[in-house]
């Protein structure tokens, strides 16, 4: 078996688009491959700022060779009276490279077997891979120099190599050679590569750590020791963590200072003006934000100090000009922006964000009442959940709202609680981030979260495959899991019903909401329970969320097919039958009776596990009641008393699950 090297040199490319790139190259090349019948056991994609590369491995010489079975023209038109080929028998033939003795006849048509000769990879790699390259999808996409080929960055080099020959290719204006390049600072500036197995060592030897997931590692590990020879922890994200692996080829730390006075200032701007404006780490020391960071540069050298100092600078610009905000913004208390919301439009139609906050008061109330809370705090913290967006630092540090109106709550003397649900308002902020932990945070984010969505839900704009308008997938999660997460008893149902109430434009769209909702809530729950389960137990499931999630736990447990039989087989029956009265007296034969004794002793208010029991415990008198009873009887009064036990049977049954779902 083979292996196959690709890489793709460029100018450094956008890092945003870096790991897009990896994905696509990943499933293209493995798409060529299959169609092509060529085997491989792996494929890997590496990327750097400089660099797209691919290896093959385990790769066949030739593509398997397919067998087809190709349908020709009816047998009249391909044969004569007389049995013999006709024009159209020939052209048929001719198109597929056929004999005329290879033909069959089968259904009256003329059929062929034919053998399609697998190609060699060489070939296939050679004339699919400079379209492959071209079809990236990315931002920004230009014309480099006079081509008229779009790509990210001008291409400067390709390697291809299959073992240890050249495979010959061209990409726009660049031809491949086995020759490639590593840091921009190294001291040999191209390298010839004899072998794919070569690459890695290679690039490492000259100063690129090729594996984006190795490159990622070693920034950690870096940032972790240096950050310990000061006793202190770095401070990172994911999205740092991606942005400085795909800025970097060779990361080396170089740990700079910034004057204690900013550390005065809202520590979230601090760390934010480091990790999202400059990708710098942040240092933790005894749980508190010292005054240094560690910036990861992609130079090769021991001249730090120059690097040092521009950082500084740029932070300290960075770090003056939020200070400065921040002494402008708490000259008056937090409450005072709340007049200045209605100068900030929340949605066309919809009013202002202040129109938005009295809206989340009013769900507030209302979801204080459905719980049995009455708290000032949470009221207050509703009210003020949005008033920071008027103040000049979010409106230069947007992705720190909520954080910075809990900072300004504090410095004008409202309650810890109320700062608390200010900040707390907006979680999660991701699908696996943490959801709010104060009671007024989870309240106030319910209710911003509602009013998003049915907003976007009357304005006709509910999200679509590539649409989300306000995140309100996000939004529909983040209610859910605080929901189930702290077992908030909240009818959703009501929710959604009053906030439609509250909006200033009306329309007729609870029942849309309501299955954005349980659609949301069954892909959430997939990973844990079966999609037909959770689908089964739906009905009235936004009533009590926790309550549906006990349901489908029991459910889960079923593994009864004379239970699921028996209760299909009433579900069937009465389909078109209102729940009517039994009467006892037209009760005629002993398995009736019996099935409606015991039915009548099922009680409904105990737990589930208890209540499946006691549907199965009766499932023998429903047999008996169907082997011995018909249903259907010629006398309208006992057949009608009849299908009124049954549904009010089915009812029993519906009160766990659909059975006829599962």
Not at 81 to 98: P, R
Not at 210 to 237: F, M, S, V
Not at 575 to 589: F, I, N, Q, S
Not at 625 to 638: G, H, Q, S, T
Request: charged letters at 30%; hydrophobic letters at 40%.
């Amino acid at each position: 078996m083979s292996k196959y090297l690709l890489e793709i040199g460029t100018e450094e490319l956008p890092y945003r688009f870096i790991p897009s790139a990896i994905e696509q190259l990943q499933k293209s090349f493995e798409a060529l491959l299959t169609t092509n019948k060529i085997d491989f056991s792996d494929i890997k994609v590496y990327a750097t700022p400089r660099r797209l590369a691919v290896i093959l491995d385990g790769l066949s010489k030739e593509g398997k060779d397919e067998v087809k079975i190709v349908k020709g023209p009816i047998k009249n038109v391909a044969y004569d009276e007389n049995g013999n080929i006709t024009k159209a028998g020939e052209g048929f033939c001719k198109k597929n490279g056929l004999d005329p003795k290879d033909l069959y006849i089968e259904d009256n048509y003329v059929h062929a077997k034919i053998t399609i000769k697998g190609k060699s990879a060489v070939e296939v790699l050679q004339s699919n891979i400079p379209s492959l390259i071209l079809k990236l999808q990315g931002s920004h996409f230009m014309r480099w120099s006079a081509n008229d080929e779009k790509f990210s960055r001008p291409i400067r080099w390709i390697v291809s190599i299959l073992d240890s020959e050249e495979v010959k290719i061209k990409i726009i204006d660049k031809e491949s050679s086995t020759y490639s390049r590593g840091h921009r600072f190294a001291p040999e500036k191209t390298f010839k590569i004899s072998h794919p197995d070569e690459y890695l060592d290679l690039m490492r030897k000259h100063y690129v750590i090729a594996d984006q997931n190795e490159r990622r590692a070693r920034i950690i590990e870096l940032a972790k020791k240096e950050a310990e020879k000061l006793g202190a922890t770095p401070h990172y994200t994911d999205d740092l963590l991606d942005e400085v692996t795909f800025i970097t080829e060779y990361p080396v730390p170089a740990v700079c200072d910034f004057d204690p006075k900013y550390l005065e200032i809202p520590e979230e701007v601090t760390v934010t003006v480091m990790a999202v404006h400059q990708r710098y780490f942040a240092l933790y020391k005894d749980g508190k934000l010292i005054n240094k960071f560690i910036t990861m540069t992609n130079y090769l050298g021991d001249e730090f100090a120059n690097i040092a100092a521009g950082n500084v600078r740029v932070i300290k610009a960075r770090l003056d000009d939020a200070v400065f905000f921040f002494n402008e913004d708490t000259a008056k208390p937090l409450a005072g922006y709340v007049e200045d919301l209605k100068g900030i439009t929340f949605q066309k139609g919809m009013g202002s964000m202040y129109d938005k906050a009295q809206r989340m008061v009013n769900l507030s109330k209302h979801l204080m009442s459905e719980l049995g809370e009455t708290s000032a705090t949470i009221e207050r913290a509703a009210l003020l959940a949005k008033a920071d967006l008027t103040t000049k630092l979010v409106f230069e540090f947007t992705e720190l709202q909520g954080f910075i109106g809990a900072d300004y709550a504090r410095v004008s003397g409202e309650p810890n609680e109320v700062c608390e649900g200010i900040k707390e308002h907006y979680f999660p902020l991701n699908a696996e981030s943490e959801t709010a932990k104060s009671i007024e945070g989870q309240i106030a984010g319910i209710a911003d979260k509602i009013d998003n969505i049915c907003a976007v839900f009357v304005d006709g704009k509910k999200p679509t495959g590539s649409s989300d308008p306000l995140g309100v997938r996000r939004a529909a999660l983040g209610i859910i899991r605080t929901v189930l997460e702290y077992g908030l008893k909240i009818d959703i149902n009501a929710l959604i019903d009053k906030t439609l109430e509250l909006l200033p434009i009306k329309r007729d769209c609870g029942d849309e909401i309501r299955e954005f909702f349980i659609q949301r809530l069954i892909i959430f729950l997939n990973d844990t329970y079966k999609k037909t389960v959770l689908e089964a137990c739906a009905n009235n499931a936004l009533a009590d969320l926790t309550d549906y999630v006990e349901r489908v736990k029991v459910v889960s447990t079923l593994d009864n097919p004379e239970l699921l039989e028996s209760a299909n087989r009433v579900l069937r029956i009465t389909k078109e039958v209102e729940t009517g009265k039994v009467d006892p007296a037209l009760l005629k034969e002993t398995a009736e009776k019996d099935l409606f004794a015991q039915v009548d002793k099922i009680e409904e208010n105990v737990s589930y596990s208890t209540y499946l029991a006691e549907l199965v415990a009766i499932n023998p008198y429903v047999v008996k009641f169907f082997e011995d009873v018909l249903v259907m009887d010629k006398d309208e009064k006992v057949k009608a008393n009849r299908l009124a036990l049954l549904s009010i049977l089915k009812n029993k049954y519906n009160h766990l699950t659909d059975f006829s779902k599962l």
